[in-house]
């Protein structure tokens, strides 16, 4: 019986266990003796008592909180315009504030009940500005006035048109209201009101 081989298979996995050590001991380093303690600091620093003390702190809503403010209003006005339009109540559920969704899903469920299609291409956010901004208790609310350009039609069952056109851009004026509790953690607004 030849062994030879067996001794060469254990000599070259040792070799390549060898590297594989060192490529690691290369890319992740070794330890000195001077490393932080990275979780006691990240957790003192980030901790929710902080992050609602700070939002306690900030009083107004300053320039920089309105700019992010409508970064994130724009990607939300078209989320619900789209999810909407689609019937698709569930993607947007966090986003609406309980009355607002029970109004969405009766005219869904109207629409449904009737057999109408609704066909709808968002284009464009051509301006999205603060109307304006109020402070109740903890609870701040933030009017936005959106002019956007969106292809929409609805259709019944038999794909008569009725009421839109599908090869016309519409240029559409809304005023919408979130709301936001300033304590609370979740980062999301809610959408209250899309008829003001």
Not at 39 to 48: G, T
Not at 96 to 115: A, C, I, P, Y
Request: glycine share 4%.
């Amino acid at each position: 019986m030849n062994y030879s081989f067996e001794y060469i298979d254990i000599i070259l996995l040792a070799m390549i266990a060898g590297f594989i050590f060192l490529r690691l001991r290369g890319i992740l380093g070794k330890r000195t003796g001077n490393e932080e303690n990275v979780d006691s600091n990240f957790a003192s620093n980030f901790s929710s008592e902080k992050i609602i003390k700070d939002k306690l702190e900030k009083k107004h809503f300053d320039e920089n909180a309105k700019d992010e403010f409508l970064k994130g209003a724009k990607i939300a006005y078209e989320t619900i315009i789209t999810s909407f339009a689609s019937g698709n109540l569930k993607k947007i559920k966090y986003l609406l504030d309980k009355k607002v969704f029970d109004q969405f899903n009766d005219s869904l469920t109207e629409r449904k009940n009737k057999g109408y299609k609704s066909e709808t291409t968002f284009i464009s956010i051509s301006s999205a500005s603060i109307k304006e901004h109020n402070k109740i208790n903890n609870i701040l609310e933030v009017s936005v006035d959106f002019v956007s350009e969106i292809i929409s039609c609805v259709k019944d069952k038999e794909d008569k048109i009725l009421s839109g056109d599908p090869d016309k851009v519409k240029k559409v004026f809304d005023t919408w209201k979130f709301s936001k509790d300033v304590t609370s953690t979740n980062p999301n607004w809610l959408l209250i009101d899309t008829q003001i």
